[in-house]
C-alpha cells in the first residue's frame, strides 16, 4: 500500500529496503534510516508489519519515526489492531487517515479525538446504517477541538456515567549477572487512563512522594508549570484512552526485584545432550503473589529440542526460533515452581551460555 | 472486494460517454453491483469500464464505491489514471465522502493529466469561499497539492485569501500551501515570502507551527523574519502542536547560533578536552571555575533555552531529542546537563527511537562525557536489543569510561564476550581493546583478558582478540614476550585470515625478541602461501623481507622463494607488492654494480618505528552536523541539510527583536541600522580631541577604568556592526548597557537641538531596556496609540540629523547610576516614536533650554496601601513612587506596585479595571499578572499623569473575571514634581519672574539647632522631588523642579539666618502646588 505525498516516487525504491531485510538476520535488526543514492528510508517495525517512510531531503529521523508511531497508534486505535489484514480490510479509512494526518509531508491532525471526529471509527453499527441512509462516515464540520487551544479533547462530550480508570503499569527492567546479584536496575512506569467525563473536566492528580520519580514524561494536556512548582498533575484530559504520562525510576535508587531464578544448565558437547534446572521463588514482595509469570530462554542454534518437565505450568520450545517459553502461571511459596530436564543439542557445536531474560506481568 | 459487473458494462459500454445525461436504468445498476456476476475474465482494457459506470451513475452510494475501489488500486500502486475524466466529473459531489476521495484521486494523478485536472479547477475556486471552514481548507489543500505550473497564479491567489481568513485552521493550510506552491514554481518566492511574513506575525498557535516549517522550506535563510517573531515563538513553544515544536526548536537553534555569541567562549576549547581524556578531572575543575565567571547569556537567549526546557517532558521523543540538540549546541555548558536524563529516558522507547537517540547520545559522548556519566547502567545491554543497538551502546560504554568506571565496564564487557551473537562479540572485544588504550590503569588487566580468550573455542573471538591484541602491543610492545610467542602458536590454528595477517606483522615487527621463532613461522607460511587470502600474502612477504634484514642468514632464501610465488600470484597487488620488494631488498646487482641507495636505507624503510594507533570513536566527526538530524545519523550530508553556523564573534543587534506591532513604526525599523552607522561619524561632535577610530577602543578601556564622573564620560559607541575589533570585554560591556542609565549632561548647551537629544536619549535608553526587562512581560500585548505617534514631534521628523546621536548619546553618559532614575519599563512601548512630551509644553520649555530633567538623588521608601487584604479577600497592593520618569509618557509618576497574596488561594489576571478619563488625568496600567499563588508577591509598575493635582487618582483592579475593587491613589504633593537642574544665573532669573502671587514664602524656626545644610538637603529631597542647585551663597539652598504635566518650574530656595531660624520660598506658576508644597516642607523640617 502507498500514499504519496509532494511528487510520486516509484515503487522501486523499496528493493533499497528489502535488500537490508534480507541481509539482516531478524526484522529488528534492520537499521530504522537507510541511505540510498536519491532517497531516505525511514522505518518502523510494529506487530510484524514494517512502516516505510521515504524522504528525499533533509528531515530529523526521529520527527518520522515518531509520526509512524502515530500513525501506527492511530490505526490501533481505530481498529483495535492493527494487522495486515486489518489495513487491507480498511484500507479506504487508512487512507483517509493518512490524508488527514498528514500534508506536503507535514504532520497535521495526530490527535486521536480530533481525527474520530473527522472520520468516524468503523464499526459494524455504523456500517449498516450508512448503507441504510447514504451517511458517509467522513465529517463534514471541522472539529471545534482544532481550534481550541485544547486541541486533543472534543467538544460537547457527554456522559450518563462519569467514570475515569487510571492505570498503573511498572516495567522493572534488570540485570542480573551469574551469581545472582542485580547489574543494574530500573522502573519504566505508565499511567495509562480512560476518561469518560463530560464537558470541559480539569482534574488534578497529585502523588504522595513525587520526588521518587527520575525522569518523567506528560501527555501534552499536562500543565508543565504546575507539574514543576507543586508536582501535580493538572489537565484536561481527552476523551477517551490515552497515557497520561510515563515515568522512569533510574538505576541510582534501589528497586526491588519480585523475583528470583536459580537456574542451572550445563550443555555438554556430547550427545547425550545438557540438562536444564530452573527454580523461581519469590522475593520481597510484601504479602502480595505474584502472577502470570513468564520466563523466556533464547537457546543457542546448536539446540535440538528440550526434554523438560515442569511441576507447575506448561512450556513451550519453538524449534526454529530456539525460544524456550515456560508459562509459570502464579507462583506459590509453599512450592516453588520448578522445570528441569534434559536438551538434546546437535554434536559437534559449541556449547554456549545461555542468557534466559524473565517477563514478569 | 473486487466485484466488477462485465455483463452491464460490456453492453452499455458502446452507449454510454462520459457525459451521457441518461442515467443508467436500474437494472443495469443493480447488475453492475452484483458481485456475483463474476468477471475475473474481462480483458483489460475494459476492466475500468464498470467503475466509470458506476461514477456516471446518480447514487451516491455506487460512486462511493466505485471511488473506494479507485482508491484500492491507487494504493496498491496499480496505474489508474485511465479513470481521470470520469473521477474529475465527481469532484462536484455533495457527498463528503465521495469528495474527499476524488480528491485524494486528484491529487495523485494531476500532473498526469494537466488538461483534464483544469476542468476541476473551478469547482475548489468555489469551494474557497465556502462558508464551511472545513471545505475551504480542503479545497486550498487539494489545490495547492494540484503540480500543474498553469495554475500557479490562481493558487498564489488563494493562498493570500487563505493567509488573511478568518480561521486559523484555513491559515494553518495557507501555510502549508506555501511550500506547495514553492516546489512547482520557484519564481513565486518573493511573493510567497510576503504571505508568509503575515503568517509568522499569526498569534494563534495552530498557525505559527505550520508557518515556521513553510519558512524552513521556502527561505530558511531570511532569518531577519524571524527577529520580531523570536520572543512570541518562544512564549508560544510550549502550546503548539508536537510537530511544529520540533520545527521551531530547530529553527530557533539556527537562529540562535547565528544570533548569540557563544556562551562557552571562555571555556577551555571543547576538543582539548577529547583529546586528553586522562586529565577529564581536572579539565572538569577548571571548567567549573571558568563557568563561575561566563558571561552572562542574553536575555532572548536565555528565554528560548528556558521556554524550550520544559518540553524535555514531552511524550514525543522528537521534541525531546530537538530540545536536547537545542541545548547541546547553544547552551552554556553548565547547562548541558539538564538534557542527560530525558535522553536516557527515550531509550525506553521503540526500538527506532532508541537506535536514534543513541546514535546522538554516542555522538554527545566523546565530546561530553561528564553529561552521561550518571547514567552509565542504563547503556548496558540487555540481551533483549536488536544487535545495531547493542554495538551503539558498546561504543557508548567505551567512550564513557574512565578510570572509575572502567571496573564496571570491563566486567559487563566480559560478559558480553559470552553472548551468542558474533558481531556483537567482536565489538564487545574492540570496546575492551579501547578501554585498555584509553585508561593506562587496566591496560594490563585487558590484555591478559584478551589473552585468556586466545584459548576460547571460538574462532572469531580468538581472531578479533588477536586483532586487539595487535593494537595493543604496539603500544608498548617491550614487556609482552610471551603473548607474541603465544600468538605465533596460535599461526597453526587461528584460520581468520585478519587474524593470521595480524600475528605475522606482529611477528615481523617484533622478530628480534623471538628471533627463534619468527624463521619458523616464515618456513611454515612460505609452505602454504599459496592456499593463503591475499590479505595474508601481504604480510607474508612483509614478514619476509622484515626478517631478511634483521636475519639474514637463516631468511634470505625463504625470503627469495617467496617473493619468486608472489611475483606469479593472480593479484596485481601481490604482483606489484613483490616486484617493489625486490628492487628495495635485492637490487640488481648486476645492473647497477653495488647496493643501491634505497636498499642502504632498507632498515629504516621497514624497520622504522611506528606510533602505535590510537583506537577513537567512529562517531567523532559527527560534530559537524547538526545533532539528531538525518545528516547527523547517515553521517553525510542529507539533501536540504541546513549547516549550523558557527556562534557569530559578536552578536547582532538584538533590538532587532524587538516587538513592535504597530505598522508605522516597523517601517521606520530601517532607521535603526542607519543610526547605528552613523552614530560613529557623529561621536566626533562630542569628543573633541580625538580621531574617530580610536575613539571607539579607547572609550572601551575608559568606561571600565574610570567610573568617575566627568563632564562628559565616554563610553565606547559598541557598536557591533562596524567595530571588528570588539572582543569579549566589550561585549560584557554590551550586556550590562541595558541597565545602565542615562544622565543628562551637566553642561548646558544652547541650541535647538537639546530637546531632541533628550527625547531620542531616553527613547534609546528605553529600547535597551526593554530588552532586559521584556524578557518577562514581552507577551503583553503593545499598544502604543496611534494618536501619540502622529503627534510626535514634526521637528523630529525634519530633523533627522539629530536622530543619529541617540544611541550614542545613551552611551556617552552613562555612570553614576542613580537607581531611582532607571526608566521603568512596559516593554512593547519603548518604541522610539513614543511621544516625549505634548507640543505646547515643549514651546515652554524651550523658553528655557537650559533647564534639563536631573535625576532624583534621593527615592522615598514610604509605601502606601493601594488596596488593602481585609477589603479584597487577600490581595494587598502597596505603592511607592521611585521618582522616575514613566516611559510611556514623562508627564507620569511612576509608582511602584507590589502585590501581595495573603489569601488562601491562587489570584489570577490581575489587572486595571476601569480608569478615569476626565480632567487631563490618564493612567498607564501595569502589565496584568496572570497569576498570584499565595503566599507570593510580585512587582508591578504603573504610570500616573495626576494633571498636576494633588488629588487622588480613582480607578479599579480587577481580580479574575468578576471580582472588581476600587481604589484610589493618593500622591504627596512632591512626587507631583520632577527635579530638575540649572544655573545659579537661571534660577535667579526665573525666581525674579515668579513673584507676587507665585511666591510663598514661611519662616520657622528649627527645635534643634541644625549645623548641617547636608541633613537639611537630605530632609528636603525625601519629602519632594527636586534637584539641587549649584550654590555660591553658604548659607542658602535652592532646588527646582518642575510640575509633570504642564512643565511649569517650582523653585525652592531655603535662607537660615542664622542655624536655628529659616526662611523657606516656593516660586510657581501653579499656586496651589506652591502653597502645597511649602506646607510640607515646613512640616517637615520643624520634626
Known sequence: ?361 | MYAPGVNSSTTLSSSSSYNNDRPPSAEAVEVATDPASGGFFNSDYKKHDDLKQMLDSNKDNLKLEAMKRIIGMVAKGREASDLFPAVVKNVVSKNIEVKKLVYVYLVRYAEEQQDLALLSISTFQRALKDPNQLIRASALRVLSSIRVTMIVPIVMLAIKDAAADMSPYVRKTAAHAIPKLYSLDQDQKEELIQVLEKLLYDKTTLVVGSAVMAFEEVCPERIDLIHKNFRKLCSLLVDVDEWGQVVIINMLTRYARSQFTDPNLQDVDEDEESKRPFYEDENEVEEEQQEKRAPTLDPDHRLLLRSAKPLLQSRNAAVVLSVAQLYHHTAPRSEVHQVAKAMIRLLRSHREVQDIVLTSIAATATRRKVMFEPFLKSFFVRSSDATHIKLLKLEILTSLATESSVGIILRELQTYVAAHDPPFVAAAIQAIGRCASNIKEVTDTCLNGLVSLLSNKDQAVVAESVVVIKKLLQTQPSAHREIIIQMAKLVDSVTVPQARASILWLLGEYSERVPKIAPDVLRKMAKTFTSEEDIVKLQVMTLAVKLCLTNPKQTKLLCQYVLQLAKYDQNYDLRDRARFLRHIIFPADAESGGPTRLSKQAKKIFLAPKPAPVPESHFKDREQFQLGSLSHYINTKANGYQELPPFPLEAPDPKARDVETEPQVMEQAPLFTAKKVSSKKDSTFYSDTESPEDESEEDENSSDEDDDDDEEEEASSSDKDDDDNEDEESSGLEEKLPIKVVKSTAKPKSDEEEEEDESDEEDSSSESVSDSDSEDESSEPSSVPKKQVRNAKPAKESTPVAKPKSNLDLLLDLDDVSPAFTPIMTPSLGGFLTPMSTPSSQVKTQLFPDIQPASAVISPNTTSELLNKINSNGLEIKYRFTRSPHLYSPSMASAELTFHNHGPDELTDIRVGEKPTSGGVSIHDFAPIPSLSPGSSLMGTIGVDFADSTQPVNFEIKIGSDRTYPVALKVPVGEVIRAVAMSEELFLKQQGGLRGMNENTAKLSLTKPCTDLKSLTNKILTVANLGVIPNSDSSTLRFAAQTLSSKSTVLVSLLSSDNQNLTITVNCEKMVIGSMLITQLKACLAD
Not at chain 1, 531485510?21 to 522505518?43: F, G
Not at chain 1, 489495513?87 to 495526530?110: Q, S
Request: aromatic fraction near 10%; charged fraction near 20%; glycine fraction near 6%.
Open chain 1, 1 to 361: 500500500m502507498e500514499k504519496h505525498w509532494k511528487s510520486v516516487i516509484s515503487r522501486s525504491v523499496c528493493d533499497y529496503f528489502f535488500d537490508h531485510q534480507r541481509k539482516a538476520s531478524s526484522p529488528e535488526d534492520i537499521p530504522p534510516v537507510i541511505a540510498t543514492p536519491h532517497h531516505y528510508l525511514i522505518s518502523v517495525y510494529r506487530s510484524s508489519m514494517f512502516f516505510v517512510a521515504v524522504c528525499t531531503t533533509e528531515v530529523a529521523p526521529l520527527f518520522v519515526v515518531e509520526f509512524l508511531h502515530r500513525v501506527v497508534d492511530t490505526f490501533e486505535d481505530y481498529f483495535s489492531e492493527c494487522t495486515e489484514s486489518i489495513i487491507k480490510e480498511h484500507y479506504v479509512v487508512v487512507y483517509e487517515l493518512l490524508d488527514e494526518m498528514l500534508d506536503n509531508g507535514f504532520p497535521l491532525a495526530t490527535e486521536s479525538n480530533i481525527l474520530k471526529e473527522l472520520i468516524k471509527p468503523p464499526n459494524i453499527l455504523r456500517t449498516i446504517a450508512n448503507t441504510v441512509t447514504g451517511k458517509s462516515n467522513v465529517s463534514s464540520t471541522l472539529p471545534s477541538g482544532q481550534l481550541s487551544n485544547i486541541p486533543w479533547r472534543r467538544t460537547g462530550v457527554k456522559y450518563t456515567n462519569n467514570e475515569a480508570y487510571f492505570d498503573m503499569i511498572e516495567e522493572v527492567d534488570a540485570i542480573i549477572d551469574k551469581s545472582g546479584s542485580t547489574v543494574c536496575a530500573e522502573i519504566q512506569g505508565y499511567i495509562d487512563c480512560c476518561i469518560k467525563l463530560s464537558g470541559m473536566p480539569d482534574l488534578s492528580l497529585s502523588f504522595v512522594n513525587p520526588r521518587l520519580f527520575d525522569d518523567v514524561s506528560f501527555h501534552p494536556c499536562v500543565r508543565f508549570k504546575r507539574w514543576e512548582s507543586e508536582r501535580v498533575l493538572s489537565f484536561i484530559p481527552p476523551d477517551g484512552n490515552f497515557r497520561l504520562m510515563s515515568y522512569h525510576i533510574g538505576s541510582q535508587s534501589i528497586v526491588a526485584i519480585p523475583v528470583y531464578v536459580r537456574h542451572s544448565l550445563c550443555l555438554r558437547e556430547s550427545g547425550s545432550g545438557g540438562r536444564l534446572d530452573i527454580t523461581l521463588g519469590p522475593k520481597q514482595t510484601l504479602g502480595r503473589t505474584i502472577e502470570n509469570v513468564v520466563l523466556e530462554i533464547p537457546m543457542p542454534k546448536s539446540v535440538l529440542n528440550c526434554g523438560l518437565v515442569t511441576n507447575q505450568g506448561k512450556y513451550t520450545f519453538d524449534p526454529v526460533s530456539k525460544l524456550l517459553v515456560w508459562e509459570v502461571g502464579r507462583i506459590d511459596v509453599t512450592k516453588l515452581p520448578n522445570i528441569r530436564g534434559t536438551i538434546s543439542l546437535q554434536s559437534g557445536s559449541p556449547p554456549v551460555e545461555a542468557n534466559p531474560s524473565i517477563n514478569v506481568s
